[in-house]
């Protein structure tokens, strides 16, 4: 089992960036993939952003394309999500996941963090 946490979320204006972290721990080595998803107020959970962790190759929500970079540090277990160009519809809770067996929005995540709130005011 890899334990998550993520951290970097809160309250930003429209226009405006946040970077969200999450650190793995745990049986990292298992991992074959990593997302982030998303849930905003009254709709359902949403892929975000995903990267494999072999040779870092990512995948995007066709909805915030352009605006996200997903990224690794091995050294520290973590992957990040930058943000930028922040929407008020962006608003939710953001959640880490990682995989064991595969990646991409329709991979089987075993493990996921608690979520960190992302609040974008217009």
């Known amino acids: 089992q890899v334990q998550l946490v993520e951290s970097g979320g809160g309250l930003v204006q429209a226009g405006g960036s946040l970077r969200l972290s999450c650190a793995a721990s745990?049986?990292?080595?298992?991992?074959?993939?990593m997302g982030w998803f998303r849930r905003a107020p009254g709709k359902d959970r949403e892929f975000v952003a995903t990267?494999?962790?072999?040779?870092?190759?990512?995948y995007y929500t066709d909805s915030m394309k352009g605006r996200l970079t997903i990224s690794r540090d091995n050294a520290k277990n973590t992957v990040y999500l930058q943000m930028n160009n922040l929407k008020p519809e962006d608003t939710a809770v953001y959640y880490c996941?990682?995989?064991?067996?595969?990646?991409?929005?329709?991979?089987?995540?075993?493990?996921w963090g608690q979520g960190t709130q992302v609040t974008v005011s217009s």
């Open positions: 996941a990682a995989s064991s067996t595969g990646w991409g929005p329709l991979a089987r995540y075993d493990s």
């Open positions: 745990g049986r990292t080595f298992s991992t074959y993939g």
């Open positions: 990267i494999r962790w072999s040779d870092s190759y990512t």
